[in-house]
Every structure is written in structure tokens, then in C-alpha cells.
């Protein structure tokens, strides 16, 4: 398998649920993200870990907690969560994450719905 | 402020003309690069063209090249020879040193190529 895979594609929570994304790179990247698409608005960034080690936490809630075991796999766990944390969460992989140079390469993300 | 604006939420264009999808961007950072993202409604955001501060040509990558105007700090994406297939969402991004190294997307631009 090549490039970003993220599983489940698609997922259906209640608030009380606990549950967890995977993101799986076979790119040999040393950095690796996540995203949340939301609706008209811009992609917003939410974790980036830079060899393993977590770099940004971009102010998110606590109800979202990543995972980084290696370098080809990032978690995303999610509980409690509210209906406005329904959207697309979007995995992304590049090479270090530390020149302007670097692209992000994307998965196909995993549509997250939550009743 | 943002950092990347897309003043055209969507665009059509017949199939086979060329299409000019509008970029503009904000930054103090000497050194930054600017990338498009297309994403076809199965979600995936697939790279296309990267376009670096310093770089004194215009990028392209087949179908696509880059109206860079660094004065007028713009980075259109030109598509020539639609097709059907490129209707999609398409993404503007500008990773610089400013942002904590982080990549900045705009809201994006609706492309539908009509036959």
C-alpha cells in the first residue's frame, strides 16, 4: 500500500462513545498531522508531531487526544464528544515539517458524525 | 488577518478552456512557499504545485502552472485543457516561518468543468 491510508473512512459516535482514528504513512516521513474540515471554513490544523514528538497542539479541546507510537502511525482518540466536533478529519504526512519546501501529502480522511 | 484569501467560492469553465483560479496571500516572511490542493469530493486533498519564494520561474506541472506575483503578493493556479474530472474543491496553502511552521489554507474555490 503507498502514500496516507486513515481508517475508518467514515464514522458514527454517540457523545458518550469513545473511539479512535488511524492514520498508517508509507512514505518515510518524519512528520505527521491532523486536520479538521469543517464547513466553509479553512482547513484548521489540530496536532503535528516532528519525529515522534508532538510540536503543535493547536489549542484543541481535551476530548481530542493523539498518538504517535512511530513515525508511520498517528491516533487521533476521541471522547465525550459534542455535534459541532462533526467533520472530516484529514491525516497528512511530509518529510520533516520544518522547510517551507516540505509537502504535505493527505489521506483520504474519515468523516466523523456525532449524534 | 488571513493569511491566504480565495475571493471566488466557485468558477465554472467549459471543458478543454483553460481556468484561472485566484490566490492571494499574507506574509512578512521572506522565505515561504505556496502549494494547491485539489479535493474531489471522496475528501482526499491531492497535492498539485508548489511555488517557493525565491524561485524565479513560474512552476508547472502539466496542466497546471502558477501565475506567481510576488509584488502583488498573488499565486494564481492556472488549469488549461479542462476536463471533467477536475471538478472539485481547490485549496490554497502558504507554509512560512511566521506561522510556527505551519501550513495555512485558505476556504477555498468550487471548480466545475461543464461539458
Known amino acids: 500500500e503507498t502514500g496516507v491510508t486513515q481508517t475508518p473512512r467514515h464514522l458514527v459516535m454517540g457523545m458518550t462513545n469513545k473511539k479512535s482514528l488511524k492514520c498508517e504513512q508509507h512514505?518515510?516521513?518524519?512528520?505527521m498531522y491532523w486536520y479538521k474540515q469543517s464547513a466553509k471554513k479553512p482547513l484548521e490544523l489540530m496536532f503535528v508531531y516532528n519525529f515522534k514528538e508532538q510540536t503543535e497542539n493547536n489549542s484543541v479541546p481535551s476530548r481530542f487526544s493523539p498518538e504517535c507510537p512511530n513515525s508511520s502511525h498517528l491516533f487521533l482518540h476521541l471522547h465525550t464528544l459534542q455535534p459541532e466536533d462533526s467533520a472530516l478529519y484529514l491525516c497528512?504526512?511530509?518529510?520533516?515539517?520544518?522547510?517551507?519546501?516540505?509537502?504535505?501529502?493527505f489521506g483520504p480522511g474519515t468523516r466523523l458524525t456525532v449524534l | 488577518a488571513q493569511k491566504i484569501t480565495q475571493t471566488q467560492p466557485g468558477m465554472f469553465v467549459q471543458e478543454k478552456e483553460a481556468v484561472t483560479l485566484d490566490c492571494t496571500y499574507d506574509t512578512s516572511d521572506q522565505s515561504y512557499g505556496l502549494f494547491w490542493y485539489k479535493q474531489p469530493s471522496s475528501g482526499e486533498m491531492i497535492f498539485l504545485i508548489y511555488q517557493g519564494s525565491y524561485d524565479e520561474q513560474n512552476a508547472t506541472e502539466g496542466r497546471y502552472s502558477l501565475n506567481f506575483q510576488k509584488a502583488r503578493k498573488s499565486a494564481n493556479l492556472v488549469i488549461s485543457a479542462s476536463q471533467l474530472g477536475d471538478s472539485a474543491m481547490y485549496f490554497c496553502?502558504?507554509?512560512?516561518?511566521?506561522?510556527?511552521?505551519?501550513?495555512?489554507f485558505g476556504t477555498g474555490t468550487r471548480l466545475t468543468v461543464i461539458p
Open positions: 497528512a504526512s511530509s518529510q520533516d515539517g520544518l522547510d517551507s519546501r516540505d509537502t504535505q501529502y
Open positions: 496553502a502558504i507554509f512560512d516561518f511566521a506561522g510556527a511552521n505551519n501550513l495555512f
Open positions: 512514505l518515510g516521513h518524519n512528520a
